[in-house]
């Protein structure tokens, strides 16, 4: 069952510095996109990216081509 309603996570390998993302993947398959918001700011802004250029974003990190920031 896909509810209407964002269920927010920040990923396992955030430090919890404050400085971190939350994503909603319980929308991908009733709306086709990952939401994403500032985890200090959960009443801001929401950026809903499309599935197939947030899977291709994961898999660019997982594979280092962002570098050490």
Do not use: H, Q
């Not at 959960?42 to 499309?50: A, E, M, N, R, S």
Request: with cysteine; net charge neutral; glycine share 14%.
């Amino acid at each position: 069952m896909t509810t209407d309603s964002p269920r927010w996570f920040t990923s396992s390998y955030s430090n919890n510095g404050g400085d971190c993302v939350e994503v909603a993947t319980n929308l991908v398959v009733a709306r086709g996109v990952v939401p994403v918001r500032d985890s200090k700011n959960p009443t801001g802004p929401i950026l809903d990216v499309p599935v197939g250029p947030f899977a291709s974003f994961v898999a660019g990190v997982k594979a280092g081509g962002f570098g050490a920031i």
